[in-house]
């Protein structure tokens, strides 16, 4: 899952000893007892939601005690206020049935109630669009299933019901899923395609950032290609085979030394906009986000069965960069 930067809370790091395997079958059986503060209805939130994985990425199940050895990292996130209200926020709408519903997220609203957004978040506007949301986990909620960075625009899928939250969160730990983003970097890698993999965890330095120059954290792969090369600029095709933190930000920055342009926390922003040409710099002057988009999702409908592919065009203003780099400018 994707938590935008903004978000800081808790992290615990628990092993599976060899005498646990006598005492416990179960691995929310096995959470609760070394997470006495936490309930099973908690855990069982907390896995669904993806905060709870192995550190060398390999799948978990609730109703069975990995090996001896296995290390679970525990994500939990900050408080924030239970009480979500339905906003009237207008919502781009690819696709909508009884189980689910597919967005355009813009830049700069955020997945769900977080510190420092407390509403006018895509949560708020789906329970205003659907009012009779049947609900997840006994709570009238829609079911998050992958999330976008605060600053990252592009497509996402929402459950409507139980069992399409529980089909697709099944569907995004297999990675039986399409995803590609398009973004605008600065600078060109060295490959023009290429696949990175890595680790990925907290930069111990500043916990609102990632790191993949780790030894250990979860398993990050990304498969990217040049799409066009310009002056300063690059667009780049970024596919995922997995979901990490900033995975795409932190490879782009730290594996290929070409940051995401205009990203607020990898990249010198200032510096790349005094470089620029004078119609981009006018253009992104008031512009605070990563030119990162979500453009591709596709899936089997966790319930239907039918095969889902939704596409999203460029936004502004990267459209408007794209075009001006195409100019020469």
Same mark, same amino acid.
């Given at each position: 899952?994707? +938590?935008?930067?903004?978000?800081? @809370? $808790?992290? &615990?790091?628990?092993? /599976?000893?060899?005498? =646990?395997?006598?005492?416990?079958?179960?691995?929310?059986?096995?959470?609760?007892?070394?997470?006495?503060?936490?309930?099973?209805?908690?855990?069982?939130?907390?896995?669904?939601?993806?905060?709870?994985?192995?550190?060398?990425?390999?799948?978990?199940?609730?109703?069975?005690?990995?090996?001896?050895?296995?290390?679970?990292?525990?994500?939990?996130?900050?408080?924030?206020?239970?009480?979500?209200?339905?906003?009237?926020?207008?919502?781009?709408?690819?696709?909508?049935?009884?189980?689910?519903?597919?967005?355009?997220?813009?830049?700069?609203?955020?997945?769900?109630?977080?510190?420092?957004?407390?509403?006018?978040?895509?949560?708020?506007?789906?329970?205003?669009?659907?009012? +009779?949301?049947?609900?997840?986990? @006994? $709570?009238? &909620?829609?079911?998050? /299933?992958?999330?976008? =960075?605060?600053?990252?625009?592009?497509?996402?899928?929402?459950?409507?019901?139980?069992?399409?939250?529980?089909?697709?969160?099944?569907?995004?730990?297999?990675?039986?899923?399409?995803?590609?983003?398009?973004?605008?970097?600065?600078?060109?890698?060295?490959?023009?395609?290429?696949?990175?993999?890595?680790?990925?965890?907290?930069?111990?330095?500043?916990?609102?950032?990632?790191?993949?120059?780790?030894?250990?954290?979860?398993?990050?792969?990304?498969?990217?290609?040049?799409?066009?090369?310009?002056?300063?600029?690059?667009?780049?095709?970024?596919?995922?085979?997995?979901?990490?933190?900033?995975?795409?930000?932190?490879?782009?920055?730290?594996?290929?030394?070409?940051?995401?342009?205009?990203?607020?926390?990898?990249?010198?922003?200032?510096?790349?906009?005094?470089?620029?040409?004078?119609?981009?710099?006018?253009?992104?002057?008031?512009?605070?986000?990563?030119?990162?988009?979500?453009?591709?999702?596709?899936?089997?409908?966790?319930?239907?069965?039918?095969?889902?592919?939704?596409?999203?065009?460029?936004?502004?203003?990267?459209?408007?960069?794209?075009?001006?780099?195409?100019?020469?400018?």
């Amino acid at each position: 899952m994707i +938590n935008d930067e903004v978000s800081e @809370g $808790e992290t &615990r790091l628990l092993t /599976v000893e060899p005498t =646990d395997k006598d005492q416990f079958k179960r691995l929310d059986h096995w959470l609760v007892h070394h997470m006495p503060d936490a309930s099973r209805s908690t855990i069982k939130r907390l896995f669904e939601d993806g905060n709870i994985t192995t550190l060398d990425g390999s799948n978990l199940s609730l109703n069975k005690l990995p090996k001896a050895g296995v290390e679970i990292e525990v994500e939990l996130p900050p408080p924030v206020s239970t009480e979500l209200k339905a906003q009237n926020i207008p919502l781009e709408i690819l696709f909508e049935d009884e189980h689910l519903i597919v967005i355009v997220k813009p830049a700069g609203m955020c997945v769900h109630p977080a510190p420092g957004h407390p509403d006018k978040t895509l949560v708020n506007a789906v329970l205003y669009h659907c009012p +009779n949301l049947p609900g997840i986990g @006994g $709570e009238i &909620r829609p079911g998050i /299933v992958h999330r976008l =960075d605060l600053g990252t625009s592009g497509v996402m899928v929402v459950a409507k019901s139980q069992a399409a939250h529980e089909a697709l969160v099944h569907l995004f730990s297999k990675h039986d899923i399409e995803r590609a983003y398009e973004a605008i970097l600065w600078g060109t890698p060295h490959h023009l395609t290429g696949k990175i993999e890595t680790f990925i965890n907290r930069n111990s330095q500043n916990r609102h950032k990632m790191s993949c120059s780790v030894k250990f954290g979860k398993k990050a792969i990304t498969n990217y290609k040049v799409l066009k090369s310009f002056d300063r600029f690059s667009l780049v095709e970024f596919r995922l085979h997995t979901g990490r933190t900033h995975q795409i930000r932190v490879h782009a920055s730290q594996f290929l030394q070409t940051p995401v342009a205009c990203d607020p926390v990898y990249s010198d922003v200032n510096n790349q906009k005094a470089k620029m040409h004078e119609k981009m710099r006018s253009i992104l002057v008031d512009y605070p986000h990563q030119l990162l988009h979500a453009k591709i999702l596709g899936f089997t409908h966790p319930i239907t069965g039918e095969k889902l592919y939704f596409e999203a065009p460029l936004p502004e203003p990267m459209k408007s960069i794209v075009e001006l780099m195409n100019q020469g400018a």
